[in-house]
């Protein structure tokens, strides 16, 4: 498809109340929206790039039958697309909303993961883990696996709010909240537990479930990245919502061994948020060998952390300029960090936008930069030094529809 500029209504381009020398990372920003989800009903979307500009793309759509999930693929930096790809080969059968949609991951090889959570047939409220991977960047594909270990069992409950990522050593690697251990009490429990799973052989077969954490939000999303040690030791890290006696604060869980356990769990922020129901916003984090960024919602925060240690140093409020702000986002980049949120800003308090910004080496935070207008969710992710990619779900006439957006740097 051809590159187009945004223009107004669709897109809000505002920088937030900074100082003047400090300026955007950004100088152009294009839309890279896929021609064939023009005027189409869709969301949910998630974004992934690998490191050699790769794009995977993923966009729910609904209809009187139920939901799919889809992807599409840029092999040239978001010029040209793939045909849109139907990944659930049982239609019809995708469970999914802001918190808990399809999520895509690239590995190192160029091979590429899909994961979504599946409806039982009958329908009803109990959900399943699928995933499927493609080894050759999204040409050919795997069957889909289930890959929670109480799928058969006819009376254990929802799973979904999958986290995935491409382990270093080429294994895709799902977690997931799993509310096994509460079905039958409620059709909302108060707590869950997060499990996670690996496959040795491209997501052919997949290796027992693994036991992550326990008394976990069961409503909010969870975050994954995984990084490999000069000795080799591949770390795994877990971000998630605590639920232990209704307190909300974030987590993260750390596996030194590529997933196989998790001895290291500890609270990142001891903000006693008390609150009997769900926040429906889960945490999102980054991560260099050893170390990264957190961020989640109480207001909006982000901290560093470190493996073995947790959060280090004082965390910083991300709302600055914004109301109403949530649903925070992070993504690695070459040098710094890209941040993103879902706000109102103070001239359209009627809008919902996001907006995205960097934290610089040094720790200054950028202006904000705001895109798209009426956004129920989005994505994003980091290219080089300041590349960035967003992709979100804005309101239009009769739902919502997808659209994408690049951002190139200085």
Request: aromatic share 8%.
């Amino acid at each position: 498809m051809r590159r187009r500029h945004f223009t107004l209504p669709f897109m809000l381009l505002a920088l937030s109340c900074a100082p003047a020398h400090r300026a955007t990372p950004w100088q152009d920003v294009r839309e890279m929206t896929p021609a064939f989800l023009a005027g189409v009903l869709a969301a949910d979307p998630s974004l992934a790039l690998d490191e050699r500009a790769h794009v995977a793309l993923t966009w729910v759509t609904r209809d009187s039958l139920g939901a799919d999930a889809w992807l599409a693929v840029s092999a040239d930096s978001g010029e040209h697309w793939s045909r849109p790809m139907l990944l659930d080969t049982s239609p019809h059968r995708v469970t999914s909303y802001p918190e808990s949609r399809p999520v895509v991951a690239w590995g190192r090889d160029g091979s590429l993961a899909a994961a979504w959570a599946a409806t039982r047939p009958g329908g009803g409220d109990a959900a399943d883990i699928a995933v499927r991977v493609s080894a050759d960047g999204g040409l050919g594909w795997g069957p889909v696996s289930l890959v929670n270990g109480d799928r058969n069992d006819p009376s254990s409950g929802y799973h979904g709010f999958m986290a995935l990522d491409v382990l270093p050593d080429g294994r895709p690697f799902v977690a997931w909240v799993d509310g096994r251990a509460s079905a039958g009490l409620e059709p909302e429990p108060e707590r869950a537990e997060i499990y996670a799973a690996a496959s040795s052989d491209g997501g052919a077969t997949w290796g027992r479930e693994t036991w992550v954490a326990g008394d976990v939000c069961p409503c909010c999303r969870i975050a994954v990245q995984s990084t490999r040690r000069e000795s080799g030791t591949i770390d795994v890290a877990v971000a998630y919502r605590g639920a232990a006696n209704d307190l909300r604060d974030p987590r993260i869980a750390i596996s030194n061994d590529a997933g196989a356990t998790f001895a290291f769990d500890t609270l990142v922020s001891a903000d006693r948020w008390k609150l009997r129901g769900c926040p429906s916003v889960g945490p999102s984090l980054t991560m260099d060998v050893g170390h990264g960024h957190y961020a989640w919602f109480t207001g909006v925060y982000l901290v560093s952390w470190r493996v073995g240690a947790g959060a280090v140093g004082v965390k910083r409020a991300l709302g600055d300029s914004l109301e109403r702000v949530t649903r925070p986002m992070l993504a690695r980049l070459d040098r710094g960090t890209l941040v993103g949120v879902l706000g109102r800003t103070a001239g359209q308090p009627q809008h919902q936008v996001l907006a995205l910004r960097t934290l610089e080496l040094d720790g200054t935070l950028t202006p904000w930069v705001y895109l798209g207008s009426g956004v129920k969710s989005a994505a994003i992710a980091g290219q080089g030094a300041r590349g960035a990619w967003a992709a979100w779900a804005e309101t239009t006439a009769g739902g919502t529809r997808v659209r994408v957006a690049k951002l190139s740097g200085r």
